[in-house]
């Protein structure tokens, strides 16, 4: 069974920072690594979309990596906004025909102007 | 275009009632997804469909929850005899249908169960 672990829970960092997230998970046999945006109150957003066989995948000032041997991914922000500001949630999959997610609990990221 | 939608955005029932909460996914998109959420938790999958049928629904809690999606395109995720635990977040998914697929998210739907 798929496990996704988050670390920190919690991030505040001033306005201009570039910062990193980080994400594991347990079973290696993944199709795709995700990872999402998550508003107070709103549903989730689709940040950028890791296939197994990719290694990164950036936009704008996000950019993701995967190293699915050792189990990891890492969200790096580079100059960081307020509008930054939510829960950032990693999710992946099972493989082996399992379409399902499995998410991790998010960290949640304040960024003081 | 249009994203995912669901309804009602909230839903306030009593103990041991019976609720549906409707998704209505992509247009085209094959694949639709149910997830639970719960406060402080990142979601949890319940149920998926590949078309009209559910090809996952490994994640389903107990037999008091029962999805459908009877013309492959809008889905109700149906509850009975609602209990207190059952308050969450419901949120819907759907993409295009293959494995490597982006999946799209709704607004969720907030049950609350007094």
């Known amino acids: 069974k798929q496990e996704v672990t988050q670390i920190p829970a919690a991030l505040s960092v001033p306005e201009g920072e570039n910062l990193v997230l980080n994400c594991s998970f347990t079973?290696?046999?993944?199709?795709?690594l995700q990872w999402f945006r998550q508003d107070p109150g709103k549903g989730l957003t689709s940040l950028l979309l890791?296939?197994?066989?990719?290694r990164e995948q950036t936009s704008g000032r996000l950019n993701a990596s995967l190293d699915k041997s050792s189990g990891r991914s890492t969200l790096y922000i580079a100059a960081s906004q307020p509008g930054d500001s939510a829960t950032y949630l990693c999710?992946?999959?099972?493989?082996?025909?399992?379409?399902?997610?499995?998410f991790g609990k998010g960290t949640k990221l304040s960024v003081i102007p | 275009g249009a994203g995912v939608s669901q309804t009602p955005s909230n839903k306030v029932t009593e103990k041991g009632k019976y609720v549906e909460l409707r998704c209505d996914p992509i247009s085209g998109h094959t694949a639709l997804y149910w997830y639970r959420q719960s406060l402080g938790q990142g979601p949890e999958f319940l149920i998926y469909f590949q078309g009209t049928g559910a090809a996952d629904d490994s994640g389903l809690p107990n037999d008091r929850f029962f999805a459908v999606r009877p013309e492959g395109s809008v889905s109700t995720l149906k509850i009975q005899r609602t209990e207190r635990g059952d308050s969450a977040v419901y949120l819907c998914?759907?993409?295009?249908?293959?494995?490597?697929?982006?999946?799209?998210f709704g607004p969720g739907t907030r049950l609350t169960v007094l």
């Open positions: 890791i296939q197994s066989s990719q």
């Open positions: 079973d290696s046999a993944i199709y795709n």
């Open positions: 999710a992946a999959d099972s493989g082996a025909g399992s379409y399902q997610l499995t």
């Open positions: 998914a759907s993409s295009p249908g293959q494995p490597t697929d982006t999946q799209y």
